[in-house]
């Protein structure tokens, strides 16, 4: 059984993500940008997707000055895209990798921390869209190139 302490202490080798493609919603910031940064370091070809690319754009600066793999920049606002744009991700990624390894769901909208009866119920959809919906929906446009994979993960 491992312990706590172990978790806490453990250290993935070099090259632990070598050669592995992950796209990470919510690149721009927080734990997605955290998380991108971490995969590169250990070797993994980044595809950031955030709805700003701006933020995109510092952390594949960051990834770069690290001498991380070269990342790409997939714009994506999971708030306001239809089909037609994750399809577009979908065949991008195609078209560079020709696979998807690991696919982070980070991307998140924070709701309000209210009593129920104080919800706005239009910002309580548009929450449940981009914490719920859209994640399915981007899993389900990348499941075939996910399933082309030696070993897929997803994870939310």
Not at 21 to 35: Q, Y
């Amino acid at each position: 059984m491992t312990t706590a302490m172990e978790l806490r202490s453990y250290a993935a080798p070099a090259g632990a993500l070598a050669d592995r493609v992950i796209l990470v919603t919510g690149a721009g910031g927080g734990l997605g940008s955290a998380l991108s940064l971490a995969c590169a370091a250990l070797g993994a070809r980044i595809v950031l997707c955030g709805r700003r690319v701006a933020p995109l754009e510092r952390v594949y600066d960051a990834i770069v000055a690290a001498g991380g793999p070269r990342p790409s920049i997939a714009p994506l606002d999971l708030e306001r895209a239809d089909a037609s744009h994750y399809d577009a991700l979908a065949e991008g990624v195609r078209n560079e990798f020709g696979r998807l390894d690991g696919l982070v769901h980070a991307a998140a909208r924070p709701g309000e921390r209210s009593p129920i009866e104080h919800h706005d119920v239009v910002n309580w959809l548009r929450v449940m869209h981009v914490n719920v919906n859209a994640p399915f929906i981007l899993t389900r446009a990348l499941l075939p190139l996910l399933r082309l994979s030696q070993t897929p993960r997803c994870c939310s």
